[in-house]
């Protein structure tokens, strides 16, 4: 069996196989599409195609919807030239379930796939195209967050930035120069409306999207590249919007194991790639069951009825609370010390994390006992019912395959708002104490323990990456296990960091807990775990 369209035609045989395969038209969604397109979505990756994409094949499916997908890349050609055109851009998603099942879907609601390149004439120009025409509601993004951010490390303007803002709108070279000069396009077919839906997983999303692209609008128009309405335009809520989302699913990389399981149905071609610049694709996409994407109600030219498959649109504010909710209590924390804590004791899988009793019953205290309590309750999703997925649905997950070593990467960045916004709601309550924290301590412990970058057997190990590892090592390697008895001197300077941990732990009476904590783990090889048994159990 082939994955293509020539190959789709035995639908016989790949649903004896055990697939779901698109009960639509394709061909005459694909027409219509052309003609008519309402959705583009940049960033080709694997979320894209293992939510958004099967979101729209199931409006399809049931004839909510009769026009497709567009999906453009302008990071990463190679995705769409050497995985979306090979195979009609059709992929198979593999929903890989905590009860042991999956479920295979071929997913067809992608009927055209572009590169965003400026000098690519011909698909830049269908493009323009495609953001003339007045039929189109949203453009949506998975780009990263590192791709909407117009500036380097040094906080300098990217020079292909810089050169866009000199130059204009005309052949842009960078990803958000190309995205403003299509949008600029449609300013000029008449100022027409539409959403920028950023589904990327940051905070305030939209308002990051925004502010990058009106940044070249600012430009262009003080240069004198572009009518000075456009700005107007990008600042008129009536005709574009930057709408605020939440997006949750777990879409690791392509895993071998998944195309065993396929090539065990006789499906020809299903190699996996890692192009120049390191992305991993494969004609497949694994990820969980679990999802969630919550997006701010503000559709100028009309809204697709994502809602009638699960979307949730709402308001601004309740996205904001339900981002706070995931992030600050009932799933990042909860990660992060999975993650902190699996890195030191071996661990290769998170989930195989939820099978030490101690790790289990430490990420239910933070999360049910210490996180509950001041929890943003955004009132369309339950955060107990959230949590309760997480603990017993996701993280355990045997066919998840995420590791702790990539979810520690970058704690240095996650620790204020994963457990410092809880710690502040401790500290401005009348009815709670901050002196009831125990596990969150235990956690920012575990975490300068790990900086020692040795296991709790003794090995030495690599330290995931973290903006401050190049900071914080030198100071952390003047502690050894079984001699850190000048630990509170060593230990001070990053205690007293709020940029770290969202406060100062001396003003808020948890520092001594967190030495003290900091100590019994480094007693020598085996204390991590001798600590969490003893304080968890």
Not at 130 to 152: C, H, W
Not at 183 to 208: F, I, W
Not at 488 to 502: H, S, T, Y
Request: hydrophobic share 40%; charged share 25%.
């Amino acid at each position: 069996m082939k994955l293509n369209n020539t190959g789709l035609q035995n639908r016989e045989a790949w649903q004896k196989a055990g697939y779901s395969l698109p009960e639509f038209n394709r061909a005459a969604v694909e027409q219509e599409t052309k003609k008519h397109p309402r959705w583009i979505h940049f960033g080709a990756g694997n979320i894209f195609r293992a939510f958004q994409a099967n979101v729209m094949q199931e409006l399809l499916n049931k004839r909510i919807c009769n026009t497709g997908l567009i999906v453009a890349e302008g990071y990463d050609y190679e995705i769409i030239e050497k995985m979306n055109h090979p195979h009609d851009d059709y992929s198979i998603l593999v929903t890989l379930k905590a009860d042991g099942s999956i479920e295979k879907t071929v997913v067809g609601s992608i009927v055209e796939s572009l590169v965003l390149d400026s000098k690519n004439e011909p698909e830049f120009e269908r493009l323009k195209d495609i953001f003339r025409n007045p039929s189109l509601q949203m453009a949506s993004f998975t780009i990263t967050e590192k791709g909407y951010s117009l500036v380097d490390g040094k906080g300098q303007l990217l020079e292909a930035v810089r050169a866009d803002f000199l130059k204009g709108p005309k052949a842009p070279e960078s990803y958000l120069g190309k995205v403003a000069s299509l949008v600029y396009e449609r300013y000029l077919s008449g100022q027409l409306p539409l959403a920028l839906v950023s589904m990327d997983n940051c905070s305030h999303n939209g308002t990051k999207l925004s502010q990058a692209i009106t940044a070249f609008a600012e430009k262009w128009t003080e240069n004198g590249l572009a009518e000075k309405g456009f700005l107007n335009y990008l600042n008129d809520p009536g005709k574009i919007s930057f709408p605020w989302s939440m997006i949750d699913k777990i879409t690791p990389r392509p895993d071998s194991k998944v195309q065993e399981i396929l090539a065990g149905d006789s499906i020809d071609d299903l190699t996996q790639l890692v192009t120049s610049k390191n992305t991993y694709v494969a004609p497949f996409v694994n990820a969980e069951e679990c999802q969630y994407l919550v997006i701010e109600d503000h559709f100028p030219g009309g809204k697709l009825p994502l809602d009638k498959a699960g979307i949730i649109y709402t308001s601004r504010e309740t996205v904001d609370k339900v981002e706070k909710m995931k992030v600050c209590t009932c799933l990042n924390p909860l990660h992060t010390t999975l993650a902190v804590f699996g890195c030191l004791l071996g661990y290769q899988l998170i989930s195989e994390e939820m099978k030490n009793p101690a790790l289990k019953h430490l990420v239910e205290l933070i999360g049910y006992q210490e996180g509950l309590p001041v929890v943003v309750d955004p009132g369309i999703i339950n955060p107990k019912h959230f949590i309760d997925e997480v603990l017993n649905v996701r993280i355990p997950n045997p066919f998840m395959p995420d590791t702790p070593q990539r979810i520690a990467t970058d704690t240095s960045q996650k620790l204020a708002i994963r457990f410092g916004e809880t710690i502040k709601a401790y500290l401005s309550s009348e009815a709670l104490q901050v002196s009831d924290l125990k596990m969150i301590p235990l956690v920012f412990a575990g975490w300068l323990r790990y900086l020692m970058a040795v296991d709790d057997e003794g090995n030495a190990f690599t330290p995931s990456m973290d903006p401050l590892l190049d900071s914080l090592s030198p100071i952390i390697c003047k502690l050894t296990l079984g001699h850190t008895e000048n630990a509170e001197a060593v230990l001070r300077p990053i205690l007293e960091n709020a940029d770290i941990f969202g406060v100062d732990l001396y003003k808020a009476a948890l520092a001594e807990q967190v030495l003290s904590y900091f100590k019994e783990l480094s007693a020598g090889p085996g204390a991590v775990n001798a600590t969490l048994v003893k304080y968890v159990l």
